[in-house]
């Protein structure tokens, strides 16, 4: 079992940035893929990145390659996703998500955060 809480997000002007936060609990969050996802209104969750379980390997989307940095520290039981050169387009609630396999689509999560809400203002 995974537990998790986000944090981090808010409301910053196009072009600022955001560090938000994946506080995990439970005995398998070393071992466990862990992925951001986002979801705006009126559309369906989509796939942000995502990071394996040693941290050396992680998967961008398109539209955030090069602009955002997800990172996870083991020890701290926590996934980061740095967000610079934000756009309004970013805007969405992000969710982190937790697996025990990689994976692009929501449905092969198995545990999920409560989301955190994040506006672009152009």
């Known amino acids: 079992q995974v537990q998790l809480v986000e944090s981090g997000g808010g409301s910053v002007q196009a072009g600022g940035s955001l560090r938000l936060t994946c506080a995990a609990s439970?005995?398998?969050?070393?071992?466990?893929?862990m992925a951001w996802f986002r979801q705006a209104p009126g559309k369906e969750r989509e796939f942000v990145a995502t990071?394996?379980?040693?941290?050396?390997?992680?998967y961008y989307t398109g539209s955030v390659k090069g602009r955002f940095t997800i990172s996870r520290d083991n020890v701290k039981n926590t996934v980061y996703l740095q967000m610079n050169s934000l756009r309004p387009e970013d805007t969405a609630v992000y969710y982190c998500?937790?697996?025990?396999?990689?994976?692009?689509?929501?449905?092969?999560?198995?545990?999920w955060g409560q989301g955190t809400q994040v506006t672009v203002s152009s």
């Open positions: 439970g005995r398998t969050f070393s071992s466990a893929v």
């Open positions: 998500a937790a697996s025990e396999e990689a994976a692009l689509f929501p449905s092969r999560y198995d545990y």
């Open positions: 990071i394996r379980r040693s941290g050396g390997s992680t």
